[in-house]
């Protein structure tokens, strides 16, 4: 029998899709988030438009490939949604990596199915929500 193991080709190609998020430091909007359980950390440069809804997105990663691939992930996605709309999301994406929900609906998601089985690496898959939370304020609710 053979395992796939957590880092598949399809985790490290997402990771390198950052490539295409370039950090961006006029944007408005900066966060970070940074697992306790693994060291990996997330920054994000967030522009909105005026209904408070995310138009640009620059990541600066320091995280391991299964982080960076969610942050791809993230970053796809991550336009003409709110901050309501992400902390849904990053809600439903801990029920499904603590097992007690289904794969969330957000596009690209199921290439992190392999992390599922390495609970130490579920809070590296969480960061870009959690960057982008951190950024975002509360009062832009569209």
């Known amino acids: 029998m053979t395992t796939r193991g957590l880092y598949t080709p399809d985790i490290l190609g997402q990771a390198m899709v950052l490539a295409q998020y370039p950090w961006v430091p006029d944007a408005p909007y900066h966060g970070a988030a940074r697992s306790r359980s693994c060291g990996s950390s997330i920054e994000l440069s967030l522009r909105t438009d005026d209904t408070g809804a995310i138009e640009a997105v620059g990541v600066r ?82």
Do not use: K, M
């Open 61 to 142: 990663p320091h995280a391991c490939a299964v982080g960076q691939a969610a942050a791809a992930v993230f970053a796809e996605q991550a336009a003409g949604r709110s901050r309501t709309d992400i902390a849904r999301a990053r809600v439903t994406l801990a029920a499904w990596l603590a097992g007690e929900g289904n794969q969330p609906e957000w596009p690209g998601i199921h290439l992190l199915n392999p992390a599922l089985a390495y609970p130490a690496r579920h809070a590296a898959i969480l960061l870009a929500w959690d960057a982008a939370l951190d950024a975002l304020p509360e009062h832009v609710l569209p």
